[in-house]
């Protein structure tokens, strides 16, 4: 069966430093997702993509991040400066026709 | 704005016993709605998804029912099993390739 697959699992960064979230999509899919769950709470959008643009963003997805679809395969989120407050699990997803099929998540620390 | 709540937060039953889980959203102009396992640490696995002019879907001891006007869909587990120990989130989306919303979970413990 198809999967969306998500690099790194775990990823422990510094406050302040760039990380940048891999995901591989399904290979057909047209949509892509963000979501994130910081530890003990909701799962949260972040931010939804198509044709090669943001098509919406939650409040939480100010000009520190961004996303970007750099080869027609890979789907990245990038944090620029991170903060304390960006621990949490990152969730990529991927839609077509039907149902939205989530990634495994990376699990992002920041120290 | 859409708010999905899932009562109970937690719920501990013997091994054997059927379990319901509920889901409640305050807007009605859903597209589907969709329940998903989650295991501790892990990510999130589609169980059944219902689309707005569906009632009900099933998959093996799993069914779901969806009453759109009054907002609400319940979970039936059939025969739990130690297995079936996860949280279950409860997901609704207004049009298709729309975000989906999620609420906060039932963190379901099945006892030997």
């Known amino acids: 069966e198809p999967e969306v697959t998500q690099t790194p699992s775990h990823q422990v960064t510094q406050m302040g430093q760039e990380v940048i979230l891999r995901c591989v999509p399904i290979s057909n899919h047209l949509y892509f997702y963000w979501y994130r769950q910081i530890l003990g709470q909701k799962v949260e959008f972040l931010v939804s993509f198509y044709n090669n643009e943001i098509s919406e963003k939650s409040e939480i997805f100010d000009d520190q991040f961004s996303v970007e679809r750099p080869d027609g395969s890979n789907f990245t989120l990038k944090i620029r400066s991170t903060k304390l407050e960006d621990s949490a699990m990152y969730f990529c997803?991927?839609?077509?026709?039907?149902?939205?099929?989530f990634g495994s998540g990376t699990q992002l620390s920041v120290l | 704005k859409q708010e999905v709540t899932q009562i109970p937060a937690a719920l501990s039953v013997p091994e054997g016993e059927n379990l319901v889980l509920n889901c409640s959203f305050t807007?009605?102009?859903?597209?589907?709605l969709q329940w998903f396992r989650q295991d501790p640490g892990k990510g999130l696995t589609s169980l059944l998804l219902?689309?707005?002019?569906?009632r009900e879907q099933t998959s093996g001891r799993l069914n779901a029912s969806l009453d759109k006007s009054s907002g609400r869909s319940t979970l039936y587990i059939a025969a739990s099993q130690p297995g079936d120990s996860a949280t279950y989130l409860c997901a609704v989306n207004r049009n298709r390739d729309d975000k989906i919303i999620f609420g906060k979970g039932t963190r379901l413990h099945i006892l030997p």
């Open positions: 997803a991927s839609y077509h026709g039907t149902q939205l099929f």
């Open positions: 219902i689309q707005s002019s569906q």
């Open positions: 807007d009605s102009a859903i597209y589907n």
